[in-house]
């Protein structure tokens, strides 16, 4: 089940940043499958959710990766995973050079400083009852990095680096809008001067505007201080915007990873294609050229995965082989060598998926 | 003919902290068949707007009238209105979870609202409606899944059966309050999908709501764009598109990431929306606009006809022909801040040019 992919396969479009061995995260085949127990008070396993299923991946420094997919494929996950939050099944996490994978906690905690997150709800994720100094401040006191003067001191160095009043430093999180809360979080990220930050759907609360604004401030802060992002969002033009490669996700499998610019114009699974072409373009004349491809049904349940190619229910270009067996991730004919796809009969250029798609709709 | 015609809706709400202005003004009409997109930053009176149509905003002061088909909804008392509410003029919500009762069966939910309105239908009668809208809306197995309670739906089919609910009793308008924010994109183009089979086949109106200017661009025939409770901005699809004329209508649609300029940098609109209890003086959204000018300080701009054809209206003080993006267009622009724009909004300008979200983008 897992080792469908050799492990050499893990994203070596690290390369095109010029460090092919030395990216800031390699994961190597990582599975986590989460345990369905049943009965009472003596409970026993009856199945496994298969949240992740052997997926490699790398992140260069400095670069952003994004990971798109939709709800309940994984995503988020593996991103927990990788920062070490919950514990890995099977398969390797390397940061830094440093395997990490389900280390004890102790041993974690240098790591904790150098991966942060920010969420997204940035209603959720502050406390409301504490002062938005002492949230920002938090990383300080827990990992005993400075004094209570210095400590404010910094806070407000932070708070004016995200585009906060650092006057407001006594305010309680009810008093900011969600825009000003998500800056709260990033600089709470910030604080550590963290190596790599996991954003999880961090501006999909917000409003355009103010999306705007967040995304503009996370790529200085990458500028500034040469962070590396895992960023999660499901909407795809803020993956394009964002990121240097991408990595589509599929019931816990990769479907598709490359280089940003040859997966958004040119996929070839047909899943991403699905994925691409439902995605809204604020653009009325494209809205109307384009060939939606309405894919059918629901994502099926990752406890019981489909046989042979998991998308294949879902599939306008499905075939016999497809049921049968399970299509491993590599180079198509015609892509450049990072770009990699998992499917027996990928898309070819200028192939018309919709009226395939369609058909079987209504 | 129009189906409903929205005149100077006013809605206050009165609260401790001093009167809430969520609705200040606003006048839009719906014709059979076509479709209205509301856009508009949270907080910016969409939904209250919508919702005040079917009274369901208690507590608020209202003003204007709303006639559809030759009644004032605003004037109606509560049976009346029950009458319309659902029979002739149905809602979609964005939570298709906290819409749908838990502890009924989907079925149910969908033949109650049938009896509700016409208790001369049998409940066999109502149950077999039930199956056939469940099939119509695209939900496989309709007889089997009429029994099931909503959370052994997914997100999708949910919205389905709340679109099944909507349609039951076949209404004139529909009314859909972001009806796919909640979904993921494959679900969100099957729903946007089944909704614009659904107006062709029944002629029904729809005004959807959404901050999702990608949906709109996909579904909608006029576009209304709210701004702090009033109309900044209304046109066809394609002039909001490609020829807008209010700032705010204009950095909506820049501030998102396209992908034909996927590297560059993104130009967010400075600041964050004004609180509707203490709006600021003037045009309500000088204290982020770039070419803010003296007059915007102090008078409130009216909608009026700009661009070439005479349905495009904007509520702004900069040349009525000044519409679009192009490089002369934003010279006509220019021209009239710099003619318009002296000590007092030069100082406004500034502060915005100085707020870190700002991206140089100010006009000088």
Redesign the interface.
Known sequence: MSGTLPADAAAPWASASGSGDDALVRVDNLVKHFPVKAGGLISRTVGHVQAVDGVSLAIGRGQTLGLVG??GCGKSTLARCIAGLIPATSGTVTFDGKDITNLSRRAMRPFRREIQMIFQDPYGSLNPRRRVGSIIGDPFVIHRTATSAERKKAVQELMERV?LNPEHYNRFPAEF????RQRIGVARALALRPKLIICDEPVSAL???????V???L?DLQDDFGLSYLFIA?????V??VSDAVVVMYLGRAAEQGP??TV?DTPRHPYSA??L????????ES?AARQ?I??T???PSPINPPNGCRFHPRCPKAQDLCSEQEPVLEGKAGDPAEHMTACHFPVQTGENLAAAGRGS?? | MTLLEVKDLVVNFPTADGVVKAVRGVSFSVEPGRTLGIVGESGSGKTVLTQTLLALTPGGDITGHAVFEGTDLLSLSEDQMRKIRGAQIAVIFQDPLTSLHPLYRVGWQIEEMIRAHDRSISKKAAAERAIELLGRVGIPQPRQRVNDYPHQFSGGMRQRAMIAMALSLSPKLIIADEPTTALDATVQAQILDLLLRLQQESDTALILITHDLGVVADIADEVLVMYAGRAAEMASKHDIFYQPHHPYAKGLLESIPSSSAATERLKPITGQPPSLIRLPSGCAFHPRCAYVMDRCLTEEPQLVAVGSIGAHRSACFLPPLAVGLTDEVEQMRKNAVGQGRHASAAEVAQAIAAAPESQGSVIA
Not at chain 1, 207 to 213: E, F, L, N, T, Y
Not at chain 1, 277 to 284: E, F, L, N, Q, R
């Open positions: 939709e709800t585009g809008s969600g825009g000003q409003d355009v505007s103010i999306q705007a604004q995304l503009n401030l790529s499901h909407d795809l033009s803020v394009r915007h940003k610019d958004y699905a994925l072409s439902a995605a809204p373009a604020a653009d009325p809205a939606r309405i894919l049904g629901d994502v709709h209504s």
